[in-house]
């Protein structure tokens, strides 16, 4: 237990270098309940055969490589068509680096809030964009710099970021995503994939492919 709250104390404080220190704040969506900040981020229809849920970190290299290598193919093959419905929750643990792991919660976070103004195409959009700029921000000197830079890309100024990333309600719900995760299902790394309601490994992400096929065929 010890441990565990030096390592949130650790998380914490590199939290704070990212956005101007202030007391946690709840923050009403300016759109409905369905598409804001706190809803499930899906993307394909709501009656496909299949549903793909993914937990990621944004600072997860193989979750980046997914994304960015694989998930195209995933998206125009499955999820455009019918077949799949994904739905991406954030899982920002990365053991014994607090750094990655406030940098994962702050783009989680921002991408979240894009979702009030924008909804769930807003909140994929600045993921991708987080994803395909990875090496930069979250491994490069000025994390702040670049994720202010990227916000106001997408249309959130320096003090709407920093607002966010005050967001008591984001965050609680980033960190129930992980508590499900964690146990429900017992995942201890990313990127992991649950498909219709089990956890499925991977030795290789072209694997998934045939899982989804034979999901598919199932449940025809």
Request: aromatic share 10%; net charge negative; glycine share 6%.
């Amino acid at each position: 237990m010890a441990a565990f709250s030096k390592f949130a104390s650790a998380v914490a404080a590199a939290f704070l270098t990212l956005a101007t220190p202030g007391a946690f704040a709840d923050t009403p969506a300016t759109v409905g309940e369905s598409e804001g900040a706190l809803s499930e981020m899906a993307l394909g229809a709501d009656d496909a055969p299949v549903t793909v849920i993914e937990y990621a970190s944004l600072t997860c290299s193989h979750c980046a490589h997914w994304h960015e290598e694989v998930f195209p193919t995933v998206d125009e093959k499955y999820i455009k068509t019918g077949k799949v419905r994904f739905i991406l929750r954030e899982m920002p643990v990365v053991p014994a680096h607090p750094a990655l792991v406030a940098r994962s919660y702050a783009g989680s976070m921002l991408a979240r809030c894009a979702a009030d103004a924008g909804g769930s195409d807003s909140y994929f959009s600045l993921m991708d964009t987080l994803f395909e700029t990875q090496e930069v921000w979250a491994f490069g000197e000025d994390a702040r710099g670049e994720l202010v830079k990227t916000a106001a890309a997408a249309g959130i100024d320096e003090a709407a970021f920093d607002a966010c990333l005050q967001r008591a309600d984001v965050k609680a719900h980033i960190d129930e995503n992980i508590s499900i995760a964690t146990n429900e299902f017992a995942i201890q790394g990313t990127p992991s994939f649950i498909i219709n309601g089990k956890y499925r490994r991977f030795g290789t992400f072209e694997e998934i492919f045939e899982a989804l096929d034979a999901a598919a065929a199932n449940a025809d």
